[in-house]
């Protein structure tokens, strides 16, 4: 019914930046949350950043001041700006949002993820 598909991540050197994609398909009337989460092996899921769909923004402390999160909602997708990246970047990096679908039901989704790896 809902898709989320990341794309854009890859190897980069600490100092360096990445820019990842989460694109939304399907069955879609409306996305409010959408978010970006990353997890290290070994480690729990973290919510990295988080936008409304008026554009408001919310950040974790470890990457305030480097990630950027913007949407586009003409597109349904939401990207992920990472600058600065350090070491401790390196995760899986995993896309979600809360759809309201043309049926009007609201789910939660989550994509595939996207590996970024951080590393001299």
């Known amino acids: 019914q809902v898709q989320l598909v990341e794309s854009g991540g890859g190897l980069a050197q600490p100092g360096g930046s990445l820019r990842l994609s989460c694109a939304a398909s399907?069955?879609?009337?409306?996305?409010?949350?959408m978010n970006w989460y990353r997890q290290a092996p070994g480690k729990p899921r973290e919510l990295v950043a988080a936008?409304?769909?008026?554009?408001?923004?919310n950040y974790a402390d470890s990457v305030k001041g480097r990630f950027t999160i913007s949407r586009d909602n003409a597109k349904n997708t939401v990207y992920l700006q990472m600058n600065s990246l350090k070491p401790e970047d390196t995760a899986g990096y995993y896309c979600?949002?809360?759809?309201?679908?043309?049926?009007?039901?609201?789910?939660?989704?989550w994509g595939q993820g996207t590996q970024v790896t951080v590393s001299s």
């Open positions: 936008i409304t769909r008026g554009g408001s923004t």
């Open positions: 979600n949002a809360d759809v309201r679908s043309t049926a009007a039901v609201w789910s939660n989704y």
């Open positions: 399907g069955s879609i009337d409306t996305i409010n949350a």
